[in-house]
């Protein structure tokens, strides 16, 4: 059975099986999943400390991937990146291990549309402000209210923890140096993006520039689908990964 690594994305006080609850069942029976909490999230947020800027968080993501695969013996693996955590990862490495992936799906941009206007959540951090970040990802909230409320109050207790604010803040600083952006003209791997159609966290057009510029790259947008194409289109989203990945 070929194994599947599921990259989470990166809103605040995010985890693994919460990122991943609503398509993970869709998936165990074609593939070996694996969903680890990245760096800085759920239970990997002690020793973050010294990681500054969105490049650096990715590039230590895919280490930690590495480390992952290695410790369970998985020489080739694909990969299932959501938005700037996941998807930043995911890309970050196909650039510095291409030969450990075979294929990827990446969504909502995978972070390459440029760092926020504003940090979400932590300016004002209450229930009211997770609810409306959260709502803010899918398409339709009267659709899914019963879900976000319900995620906003799990999200809300982790956000809080020690660390998790100064850790979120630092993902997304804007820094000068450090290391050098992915080349997504270099990537080899082929690569499907997905693109919610009713995103309101990142417009379509940053798919289609990152689809555009990967070698072996294809564009697929999800109609009525939000950023959480998983959660509006749970049924869409694995049949398209499943496809795309067993080709």
Same mark, same amino acid.
Not at 84 to 91: E, P, V
């Given at each position: ?47 973050? /400390? ?30 299932? /990146? ?143 689908? /939000? ?21």
């Amino acid at each position: 059975m070929p194994a599947l690594l599921l990259l989470h994305g990166g809103g605040p006080g995010v985890d693994a099986a919460s990122n991943w609850a609503s398509v993970r069942a869709g998936f165990d029976g074609e593939f070996r999943c694996l969903a680890p909490d990245l760096l800085g999230f759920g239970t990997q947020i002690a020793g973050t /400390g010294g990681l500054k800027g969105p490049r650096a968080w990715a590039l230590a993501r895919a280490r930690q991937v590495l480390d992952l695969l290695d410790r369970h013996g998985l020489d080739r693996v694909h990969l299932v /990146g959501n938005s700037a955590a996941g998807g930043a990862a995911a890309l970050a490495l196909l650039s510095v291990a291409p030969d450990r992936v075979d294929r990827a799906v990446v969504m909502g941009g995978a972070g390459t549309g440029g760092l926020p206007a504003t940090v979400p959540f932590y300016d004002n951090p209450t229930r009211r402000s997770m609810r409306a970040t959260l709502g803010r990802l899918v398409a339709d909230e009267g659709v899914q209210e019963g879900l976000l409320d319900e995620l906003a109050e799990l999200r809300l207790k982790q956000a809080v923890r020690p660390g998790a604010e100064a850790a979120f803040r630092s993902m997304f600083a804007d820094v000068v140096g450090g290391p050098p952006p992915v080349d997504p003209a270099k990537i080899t791997n082929p690569v499907l993006a997905l693109h919610g159609e009713c995103d309101r966290v990142q417009p379509v057009e940053v798919s289609e520039r990152l689809a555009e510029s990967l070698p072996h790259g294809r564009l697929h947008v999800v109609a009525g689908a /939000g950023h959480w194409i998983h959660v509006d289109r749970p049924d869409e989203f694995t049949k398209l990964v499943g496809e795309f990945l067993s080709a």
